[in-house]
């Protein structure tokens, strides 16, 4: 097993999930399709799992190309869609090709493999496909100003949410929209204002709720929302799940500073049920899309709005909202070599 890889304290004694990420992180191999030098230390790099997303990679990358990503190391599962090609012709991204079976704990030891190849003691931002991370004054300021705001308190890890998107309508009966016609945004503005509660659990302070909840899951336990899409990893460290790492005590520190606007209900979420269900790749042979399509089947004209929607307009909708906490900016320590995006701060409206 590489070096980079070992953690501390010995394997023998981790969580049995744990120890399973960091087998599949010594054992796959990154193909690499297309692949530059090696970012410098304070660039900042995102690392993502792709499989067949070629109708939203122009939204997700220049959301991300918008917040300040230097380098995306994107690894693709066999994608049939032309998102690999896509993905090699963009010069900002190395592309490697996984050709396992994607199932937890693979993927997360899939991206612990890409983090000890392109280097610990450094920032990574991970996201899906379908996530847009949003944070106060982001508007006008970038990642790196981020980062440079949680150094300056002390903080290696930046807690978010999931908001799960939705338009107005049925969930299935969305009309195919044709890259570049609108932005995922605009096509799918509402979000729940006001369906979660937060718990206390041993690896994270655990938030469930939103549409997922109400419609889908209400009789049992909901998908989890709370997410670390930026944090600081050093070897001996383990990204061991979506959403949480692993030693798990820095889990604790940061409030919750953004949200990731999560776009799962868009035209395309049957043709991802129908290929999640087959291949059963997801957690318990995919039983979260089973269940999806179970309650579809039962209701097709489900529609996800209640009293509770709110119009995203920007992250100050979150704010309002409770779900998400003001940054102050004015009191963050500047960190050398992290310059912030250029352009004066719009204020966010106030919390209530």
């Keep these: 097993m590489p070096p980079a ?5 010995p394997a ?5 999930f744990v120890r399973e990420v960091v087998a599949e992180a010594a054992a796959v191999r990154l ?6 030098p090696r970012p410098a230390r304070d660039a900042v790099v995102l690392v993502s799992v792709m499989r067949n997303e070629a109708g939203i990679l122009g939204d997700f990358l220049g959301h991300w190309r918008g917040l300040g ?10 994608s049939d869609d032309g998102s690999r090609e896509r993905l090699a012709a963009e ?19 899939w991206i612990n493999r890409a983090i000890a190849d392109y280097g610990h003691d450094r920032w990574y931002v991970t996201a899906d496909a379908d996530e847009h991370l949003v944070f ?16 300056g308190r002390g903080l290696r890890r930046v807690r978010g949410m999931l908001v799960d998107m939705y338009g107005a309508g049925p969930v299935l009966g969305a009309a195919p929209r044709p890259e570049g016609a609108r932005s995922l945004a605009v096509a799918y503005p509402l979000f729940d204002g006001d369906s979660y509660r937060e718990t206390l659990c041993k690896q994270r302070i655990s938030r469930h709720g939103g549409p997922r909840w109400r419609r889908f899951w209400r009789a049992g336990v909901s998908p989890e929302l709370t997410k670390y899409p930026l944090f600081h990893i050093r070897a001996g460290e383990i990204f061991d799940n979506p959403h949480h ?10 409030p919750c500073l953004a949200g990731i606007l999560h776009y799962k209900f868009t035209a395309g979420l049957a043709a991802k049920i129908r290929d999640a269900t087959a291949r059963e790749q997801y957690f318990d042979a995919s039983a979260e899309y089973k269940h999806y399509a179970a309650v579809l089947a039962a209701d097709r004209g489900l529609d996800l709005r209640y009293p509770g929607s709110r119009r995203y307009r920007g992250p100050a909708d979150l704010l309002a909202c409770g779900l998400i906490e003001p940054i102050a900016w004015e009191a963050a320590l500047p960190v050398p070599g992290l310059p912030g995006r250029r352009g004066s701060l719009r204020t966010s ?4």
């Design 91 to 109: 010069p900002d991204v190395d592309l490697y090709r996984v050709r396992r079976r994607f199932y937890p704990p693979m993927k997360q030891g």
């Design 245 to 254: 790492l692993y030693p798990y005590g820095e889990n604790f520190a940061s």
């Design 31 to 36: 193909e690499p399709v297309r692949a530059g």
């Design 12 to 16: 023998p004694v981790l969580p049995r």
């Design 349 to 352: 409206g106030p919390r209530t």
């Design 69 to 78: 990503v230097d380098r995306f190391v994107i690894l693709d599962n066999d």
């Design 136 to 151: 106060d004054g982001c508007d006008a300021r970038s990642l790196r100003d981020l980062i440079g705001f949680a150094e």
């Design 5 to 9: 890889l070992l953690p501390d304290p």
